[in-house]
């Protein structure tokens, strides 16, 4: 007897097997179906409601699917024999009730059990997003979320260009851009996504044409318009997260207030010379947070808010934000990490230093605040930095 059908049938005297249907029973009572075939395998289709995890991840991603080791778990491969080598594996972590599903996908196709086949990346995906497929915290999975996902662009400007060359290269299925301005020369220091021979044209006709010359596999859809309260709502609506670039208070207001209305995560990034600021202002976020009006419950008076035009700015300022930025709109559509909810990060390129002042959501805020009412107490703060 070869040692490895030793194992087997070790294995099998150990390990309780469940045939299929019972599987499924046992899935709708709670147990978690975890599918650990390749994604080779899986593209013939995946059991409805199994996770499919891959068993060369299995152990580095099993907590994220089940954090609770006295939760039940049942092991499906293509035949029933690798889930057996699996199911052990996820035992010695500490996962007592661990099942495999015997005749594994075959069986379960078979018995006529429900499933549906999975939105695959094709070979020319596999290899433009190969480097980011190979992280764990993204893989297939979250490849397909970023494929599904749908981002808006306040701005074609210094913040929206990093941005949206960032989102589209990592494969972000959808961008919006909402701007109504043409790309003038003195816009080039910063506003990378943009080129001199495109100088004239519409800001988001020049975005687009970039975007799609680095990445053709997504959609960009542009808005050539004036953000205004009459067409925000519909046009926030549309998106999953709005990524605010936007260079002036009224829009950064629009944008919070209509994001706070939606129950939408605004990514805000503001710079004045060499200071930024970046945060995500979402109440509507799992935990809670704070919202714009939080933190400056009022627009200062147009005297103390100058321009890009008038202040000056060096690219390289609107760049950092523009890809921090990104990268919270990424992690927000993967679900990885610790977004910037409650918190902001302040940033002087000068110094070359990062602070992190903690935001708390204000009980009196006139927007997001207990009763969603203007409070007499309140004190309007001025925004100390002009955005960009
Ligand atoms: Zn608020």
């Known amino acids: 007897m070869k040692a490895s059908d030793r194992r087997l049938a070790e294995l099998r005297a150990e390990i309780p097997e469940v045939a299929p249907a019972d599987a499924r029973a046992l899935a709708q009572q709670g147990a978690i179906l975890i599918d650990v075939r390749d994604a080779d395998e899986t593209a013939q289709g995946v059991a409805d409601g199994a996770r499919v995890l891959g068993r060369s ?3 580095l991603r099993i907590e ?8 039940p778990l049942l092991v499906m491969c293509g035949s029933g024999v690798r889930s057996l080598f699996a199911a052990a594996g996820l035992r010695q972590l500490g996962y007592r009730d661990v099942r ?3 005749g594994g996908f075959n069986a379960w196709k078979d018995a006529g059990l429900p499933f549906h086949l999975p939105k695959v990346l094709d070979a020319n995906a596999r290899l433009r997003y190969a480097r980011q497929l ?3 915290e993204v893989g297939e999975a979250g490849q397909r979320k970023l494929l599904d996902a749908r981002v808006l ?10 941005a949206g060359l960032y989102l589209a290269a990592a494969g972000v299925g959808t961008l919006g851009i909402v701007d109504h301005d043409v790309v003038e020369r003195s816009n080039l220091n910063r506003q990378v996504i943009h080129a001199d021979g495109r100088v004239g044209q519409p800001k988001v006709e020049s975005a687009r044409e970039a975007l799609l010359a680095l ?3 997504i959609r960009v859809e542009t808005h050539a318009m004036h953000l205004s309260p009459d067409n925000v709502d519909a046009l926030f609506a549309q998106y999953d997260v709005i990524v605010d670039g936007s260079d002036n208070f009224d829009a950064h207001y629009l944008a919070n207030d209509t994001c706070v209305r939606l129950g939408l995560p605004c990514v805000h990034g503001s710079i004045y010379r060499f200071d930024a600021q970046v945060s995500v202002f979402w109440p509507a976020a799992p935990g809670g947070g704070p919202c714009y009006r939080c933190l400056y419950a009022a627009p200062p008076p147009p005297e103390l808010a100058p321009s890009c035009n008038e202040a000056g700015v060096l690219g390289v300022v609107p760049g950092v934000v523009g890809l921090l930025e990104a990268t919270e709109a990424l992690k927000l559509v993967l679900g990885i990490g610790r977004p910037l909810i409650g918190r902001l990060l302040c940033y002087d390129a000068l110094a070359m230093r990062f602070r992190e002042l903690a935001l708390r959501p204000d009980p009196h805020c006139v927007l997001c605040g207990a009763g969603h009412s203007p409070s007499a107490d309140v004190k309007p703060h001025e925004p100390t930095h002009h955005p960009a």
């Open 57 to 59: 991840f299995l152990e």
């Open 64 to 71: 994220d699917a089940a954090p609770d080791p006295a939760q």
């Open 100 to 102: 495999s599903v015997a």
């Open 134 to 136: 190979n992280l764990p």
């Open 153 to 162: 662009l306040i701005g074609a400007g210094g913040l929206g260009a990093p």
């Open 215 to 217: 990445n053709p596999d």
